[in-house]
């Protein structure tokens, strides 16, 4: 249990991105989804410079565009509800071939697919650069409350270990046998589901106290402090400030 986790995300590389330190990248990605997120709505060319911006990045750090592409598939549901929207949303109509879709819907629609495109892409560069616990001490870096570092670093530590418990689960209940066709499986999935529970909060007391007969006392210790130098702030910054223009350029243009 002591190994590293929650390495699915990660691509190990040295590129300037790989090396700037985590709460710089998070403070980067936050303004640049804020910048993302105040473009305004029926005014796309923003979009593209936003994009462009975020390709430079991508470019820097060296991640396989691959890597990110097969990730993509988390905006499935943002993607499924934009393509909706249209069809249930009201105002002005226009027709598209037989159906007719409501004007705003399809400007609604094209901004949530383009800003949460470019926010998972956004996050997934920076798990993509940015190991799980370099993650989470950024954001004790950034004051984030304790107990939500902590949350955050168990649930790296054990989601691992509970998928285990989990697969070990399903082969012992297929070598019996079993195979979840119908609701009438239903009862067994829920069992085991249930033992999962058991399982895993027996393991967490029993982790509480070898915590505290270590000595401890309500605060994780830092292995790794982290430390940013003035001039990877300034190289950082320039991301979401010219985003940020460029939104404001949208604004005040409209």
Known sequence: ???????????????????????????VLVGYVLAVVATPRGVFWPYAAHLLALAGAVAV?????????????????????????????????????????????????????????????????LAATTEPRDIVAGFEKLRLPQSLVQIMSFMLRYTEVVAADLGRMRVARESRGFRARSVRQWPALGATLGALFIRSYERGERVHLAMLSRGYTGRLPTLRPLTATGSQWAASGLLPIACGLVSAAAVLAG
């Open 61 to 125: 750090s060296r991640v396989p565009l691959a890597h990110l592409a097969k990730r993509l598939v988390i905006e499935v549901p943002f993607v499924v509800f934009a393509l909706v929207l249209p069809f249930v949303a009201t105002g002005p109509r226009t027709a598209v071939g037989p159906v007719e879709i409501s004007q705003p819907g399809l400007e609604a629609a094209a901004a949530l697919l383009a800003k949460g495109t470019l926010g998972v892409l956004a996050s997934l560069l």
């Open 1 to 27: 249990m002591g190994a590293p986790h929650g390495h699915a995300l990660h691509f190990h590389g040295h590129s300037p991105v790989h090396r700037l330190p985590a709460h710089v990248k998070i403070v």
